[in-house]
């Protein structure tokens, strides 16, 4: 199946957009849908391509990577 890639989000842990791709499963019982960064093998599973697209697009609304401050005395 021919999904857009261009509806995702660069990896949340590596940045790259290049290595993350979408995977439509149908060869097992159930659908399984995956999108997965393939520099840092992170992924995300769901049942459906519009699902797995918004848990891959998901991010903490505090988007300070970095919340530990440390301050110069």
């Not at 990896?11 to 960064?37: A, W, Y």
């Not at 699902?51 to 301050?71: F, G, Q, S, Y």
Request: proline share 7%; charged share 30%; aromatic share 6%.
């Amino acid at each position: 199946m021919n999904i857009d890639n261009s509806l995702l989000k660069p990896c949340p842990f590596c940045g790259r957009s290049d290595k993350v791709e979408i995977e439509d499963d149908l060869s097992m019982e159930i659908r399984l849908v995956r999108v997965t960064c393939h520099r840092c093998f992170v992924e995300v599973k769901a049942m459906w391509i519009k699902e797995a697209i918004k848990r891959w697009n998901r991010r903490p609304p505090n988007t300070d990577m970095n919340p530990v401050r440390t301050t110069a005395q």
